[in-house]
């Protein structure tokens, strides 16, 4: 029997975390978004507006999900991607299966993570930015020096997400195809 524990965490950083992401950043952009996040972290809030609020970040976190398909599995990795005959043949035997799912939860899930933060994450802090600059408009030299130095940050942080994407997909390439060939 699977570790349901194991599975519902790769799910919840899968889909749910990126979603939240997604959803916070697009609060700087749409004031009915505002209003939910506002409402949420208020004592207004109830448990109908809890699950509401994870149903509209699983939607955002699927979105997000099909975008870093393309980005990562079809456009980055797609020399390293498994082929139908590789799904096929895992299929072929139950603890080649049992194996691959383990694989799924402990690579591919973070792999979904990194990827879809990567994508989610700069909707965040373009808003954020947006919302500083306009609210301190004209800026200051001191503004424009904290905004320089936290894009740097930023760009780094972005690149190591990026990167961990990359190798946590190729992980689970490499993984996979050696429960294949066992």
Known sequence: MRDITTTLFGLF??????GVSGLYGLRYFSTAIQNLFDTFFSVKTN????FWAI????IVGLIVNSLRLLIFEKWRCKSERLTEEDIAEIDKQETKLKAFQVVIDENFRYHQCY??????????????TYTSV???WPPDGNLILKAVLLWLLILT???????????G??????????IMGS
Not at 55 to 58: E, F, Q
Not at 157 to 167: G, K, L, T, V
Request: proline share 4%.
């Open 157 to 167: 942080i972005e690149i190591a997400i990026y990167r961990s994407a990359i190798e």
């Open 169 to 178: 997909y190729l992980r689970f390439v490499r993984r996979t195809k050696s």
């Open 134 to 136: 306009k609210s301190s």
């Open 55 to 58: 149903i509209v970040a699983l």
């Open 115 to 128: 990827g879809n933060l990567f994508l989610t994450l700069p909707i965040c802090i373009v808003g954020w």
């Open 13 to 18: 950083i899968a889909y749910l975390v990126p």
């Open 47 to 50: 448990v109908g507006l809890f």
